[in-house]
């Protein structure tokens, strides 16, 4: 015979909440506030292009050799450079992935960017046009997405980059579920 489970103590710490119970399968199921970094790929993902043009400038920029030509032991004095910037690069992307967080609750998703500037994007459900999933390239190379998120009455367009296909399907399906249905005139 097992015995009975006994219920915790009140002043106990919540259970984590893991990635899947963060959005409800159930529309009019509570929300859990909970706040979430994009994929930990996603400077890697937006700085690609980047630096393939910076390297591209900077072949096509190079003198061909000849008397007063550049040799290729000189590629040498420069790799220091081309390291430090994309150093700082790197840590740019860092930073920016750092502090970058979107949370969802009842009424909303607000999205929070900013180490030194801040700045919080709030898109109640009800402003809510479409919810598409892009994938370019570099994205669908690691299997992720980016949703992009149109706002109603002339607003802008948020975009979250970058989630796993999956976790930008569910919310995708869970953000289109909270819009209010539109109401039929007769």
């Known amino acids: 015979m097992t015995s009975p489970t006994p219920p915790e103590p009140s002043g106990t710490a919540p259970t984590a909440v893991t990635e899947q119970d963060a959005v409800p399968a159930v529309p009019g199921a509570p929300v859990l506030k909970q706040t979430e970094r994009p994929h930990p790929l996603t400077p890697f993902i937006r700085g690609w292009i980047v630096l393939v043009a ?4 900077w072949l096509q920029q190079l003198p061909r050799g000849g008397e007063d030509g550049f040799e290729p032991g000189d ?6 450079i081309v390291a430090v910037v994309v150093l700082l690069a790197a840590t740019i992307g860092f930073v920016s992935w750092y502090f970058t967080r979107f ?4 009424e909303e998703l607000r999205l929070e960017t900013g180490a030194i500037f801040k700045s919080s994007k709030r898109v109640p459900f009800e402003r809510l046009q479409s919810v598409d999933i892009l994938q370019p390239l570099a994205a ?19 975009r979250l980059r970058y989630l796993t296909r999956s976790r930008a399907a569910r919310l995708r399906e869970y953000l289109l579920a909270r819009v209010p249905c539109a109401r039929v005139s007769r």
């Open 140 to 158: 669908r190379i690691f299997g992720l997405a980016e949703l992009r998120i149109e706002v109603g009455a002339g607003d802008s367009t948020l």
């Open 103 to 106: 949370v969802i609750d009842d």
């Open 54 to 57: 910076i390297a591209v400038t």
């Open 75 to 80: 590629v040498g004095a420069l790799l220091p």
